[in-house]
């Protein structure tokens, strides 16, 4: 029992005996996570802006007006059969007047007008696809059909759009592998002062026989202590920041197609991935240091 009560508590006393550097590596952390949680949301939340305007681009197809309704059949088919088609809705003239004279809101009444015989729009299809980035893949395959007048999906402001939010997104995984490098580094620096500092003390342990595993144990606890109090103020501020945020902005970023990951249970998930990152570096901070050490005195 005495030996695995005795690492924690050589490695609280560790921390409160360097109490000066137990805090600037804390600090250290807290800034590292804090900046790691910044990138966390910014990536996850691009993520999911990214998946809503996929999910919001869709392509409008007119069909000619020669084709009939089994033309019209055949060609549902062969869109269904495209990949990356994940769904094909059929839109007769008047759902697209519909949709027309809703777009105009009041001022659309003046297209009412043009119901029945008078109606000049094609009928057409409404096709989502699983992806964005194959929109002008599948808009060029469907262009390609008999019986298709006119195939339109936003053209390369919609692409362009989606490849931005990726390209950032993906810089965001890189900045936060990068911060936790650097964290393990920072941790890794502190432990071997700390270490310096107790040089005569690792060598008596040494002299009487003391294996490698006894004398890096509470190094161990103490990396783990520091990585753990350093990652407390990153959730916090992480937790009822991103609350705030979420809330003052109803969810959304400017417009209702770039919809916010929801706090709950986003915000607890990120608060695991905290701890997690800061027990890990500060586990292996201090075994890097450690080891290195015991592998240069012998």
Not at 29 to 39: D, G, I, K, P, W
Not at 146 to 161: M, S, T
Not at 191 to 218: D, L, V, Y
């Amino acid at each position: 029992m005495n030996r695995i009560i005795r690492p924690f508590k050589e490695g609280f006393i560790g921390i409160i005996r360097h109490l000066a550097m137990s805090v600037s590596s804390i600090m250290a952390v807290m800034v590292t996570l804090f900046l790691v949680s910044l990138f966390l949301i910014l990536t996850v939340n691009l993520q999911q802006i990214t998946d809503s305007v996929q999910s919001k681009v869709q392509i409008h197809v007119q069909i000619l007006n020669d084709v009939d309704l089994t033309g019209i059949g055949e060609l549902k088919r062969q869109i269904l059969e495209i990949d990356g088609v994940v769904d094909v809705k059929f839109s007769d003239k008047d759902d697209e007047l519909n949709h027309f004279i809703e777009s105009y809101g009041e001022e659309g009444k003046i297209f009412e007008m043009y119901r029945g015989e008078k109606n000049p729009l094609r009928n057409a299809f409404i096709i989502e696809v699983s992806q964005g980035n194959l929109i002008e893949q599948v808009s060029n395959k469907i262009e390609n059909l008999d019986g298709i007048e006119n195939v339109n999906y936003g053209g390369l402001n919609a692409l362009k759009l989606i490849e931005i939010l990726n390209s950032v997104r993906d810089s965001g995984l890189i900045l936060v592998s990068v911060l936790g490098l650097l964290a393990i580094f920072l941790i890794t620096n502190t432990i071997k002062m700390s270490i310096h500092s107790r040089m005569h003390e690792i060598q008596i342990m040494r002299t009487i026989g003391a294996t490698n595993g006894f004398i890096r144990s509470p190094f161990m606890v103490e990396g783990i202590l520091i990585g753990f109090i350093g990652s407390i103020l990153p959730i916090a501020i992480s937790i009822f920041g991103y609350k705030y945020i979420y809330e003052s902005m109803n969810g959304v970023l400017l417009t209702s197609i770039f919809v916010l990951r929801p706090v709950f249970p986003f915000v607890f998930q990120l608060s695991y991935l905290l701890i997690l990152l800061g027990i890990s570096v500060g586990l292996l901070g201090s075994f890097i240091s450690v080891s290195r050490y015991l592998r240069t005195v012998r």
